[in-house]
């Protein structure tokens, strides 16, 4: 048994690495100080992202993407986790369900996504409508030639430079059917409600939309009318994946800075890390972080070897859950170490603090994930966890 990444796999890693520290690094400070990134400076990431052939990892190569599998989506992944603002999200991965696009509208949509010329949002959430999706009410009508959509929908994450948004709604009202429609951001009767602001800096926004009377044609279904939300259950393996993956990376770079400065702070003419009670921080830090490393790394490989979508659902539920949480416990115990540096909005520390606490509220809060676990210990029995 070799555990030991391949020769590709640590020219991956080190690439990834130094796009995020050269690419990404740069434009952390803009991005906290505006709460946001300018658009000039996302252009020039778009065309960075396209040079480094980081564009649409998660899509295969005829489609546009770089077909990365899951465990190299992880390898990248990881990096970009250090990135503050989640300025990560400059590179995009167009929403997982489009590889259920139609030939006409993979050419409209999901190609041009994955060249960078398009971006799309994916809309799920509502006002009544949060961990129970069921309770949308946004809906559409079958009419002449198309559908008419009304609802509103909220935390519309890049909602503000999505050009299209993939609005998940119910047909005639009908809780069993849901469904996925392409609905282009011009359309007469799509209308920016507001745009809330957060905790995180964040590089783009999470608006809210309203439909009103939207009219949309019968080739905007994504796959199925009903299929709603088949098509998303795949997407929260990787989704879920890649949150844990940025909280690795994440977790990674806050307890680098703590333990450098750590090394270099003296105070009662010592360094600070000769204290026990500091060092004791930084061991807890190191173990959080290999534990939840292994269990990333495990899981991604063995998704990449299997098809068992249950499973994979199954444990990537338990990843995102430990990941989220080992990070915003390191992000702490980082914040604590430096003192009054690590509350300051200038340090990384502070801001991964800030930044990563969102990871155990969206793709399912820590809550629903052990929802999802304890049914599934019920179902299967604990083996599926422990037995591996
Ligand atoms: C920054 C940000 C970006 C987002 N981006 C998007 C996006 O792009 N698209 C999109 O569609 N959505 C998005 N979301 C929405 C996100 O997915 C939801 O916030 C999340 O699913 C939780 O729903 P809720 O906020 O309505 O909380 P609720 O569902 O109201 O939950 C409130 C509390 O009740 C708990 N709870 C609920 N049900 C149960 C249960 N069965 N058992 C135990 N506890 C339970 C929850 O864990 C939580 O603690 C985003 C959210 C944020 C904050």
Redesign the pocket.
């Known amino acids: 048994m070799d555990f030991s990444l391949s020769k590709e796999h640590q020219a991956l890693q080190a690439k990834a690495k130094e796009f995020t520290e050269q690419v990404l690094y740069p434009h952390e400070m803009e991005c906290e100080e505006n709460d946001g990134i300018s658009k000039e400076t996302h252009n020039q990431i778009i065309q960075q992202v396209l040079d480094w052939e980081f564009n649409a990892p998660n899509h295969s190569k005829e489609d546009g993407g770089q077909g990365f599998s899951i465990f190299e989506q992880t390898i990248l992944n990881e990096q970009l986790g250090g990135a503050t603002g989640a300025i990560w999200d400059a590179l995009w991965y167009p929403s997982y369900p489009m590889r259920f696009a139609s030939p006409q509208q993979k050419e409209e949509y999901l190609i041009p996504t994955c060249q960078g010329k398009r971006r799309d949002?994916?809309?799920?959430?509502e006002a009544d409508?949060?961990?129970?999706p069921s309770q949308c009410t946004t809906r559409a009508d079958k009419v002449d030639g198309g559908w008419r959509i009304n609802g509103e929908?909220?935390?519309?994450?890049?909602g503000d430079i999505a050009d299209y948004i993939l609005v998940?709604a119910h047909v005639d009202g009908d809780v069993n059917k849901p469904t996925v429609f392409f609905v282009d951001k011009d359309l007469p009767g799509v209308e920016l409600k507001r745009t809330p602001l957060?905790t995180?800096h964040?590089a783009f926004k999470?608006p809210e939309y309203i439909f009103n009377d939207v009219f949309v044609g019968d080739d905007k279904v994504l796959g199925e009318v009903g299929q709603g939300y088949d098509m998303t259950k795949d997407w929260f393996v990787e989704a879920r994946l890649g949150i844990a993956a940025r909280c690795v990376g994440a977790a990674i770079r806050a307890a680098n800075e703590a333990n450098e400065y750590a090394a270099n702070r003296v105070q009662f003419g010592q360094s600070i890390r000769d204290f026990q009670a500091v060092e004791f921080m930084l061991a807890d830090m190191a173990v959080e972080i290999m534990a939840a490393k292994s269990m990333l790394y495990r899981l991604s490989w063995d998704i990449d070897q299997n098809n068992d979508r249950k499973m994979n659902h199954a444990r990537a539920a338990a990843l995102k859950l430990h990941c989220s949480e080992m990070v915003c416990r390191v992000c702490d115990k980082a914040v604590q170490v430096m003192g009054g540096r690590g509350y300051m909005r200038e340090q990384p520390v502070e801001r991964l603090w800030r930044d990563t606490r969102?990871d155990r509220?969206?793709?399912?809060?820590?809550?629903?994930q052990?929802?999802i676990i304890g049914g599934q210990i019920k179902k299967r029995g604990m083996e599926i966890y422990t037995g591996w």
Not at 121 to 125: L, N
Not at 361 to 368: A, L, P, V
């Open positions: 949002a994916y809309a799920i959430t409508a949060g961990s129970d929908k909220w935390f519309v994450t890049i998940h957060y995180h964040f999470h969102v509220i969206w793709e399912g809060t820590s809550e629903i052990r929802v």
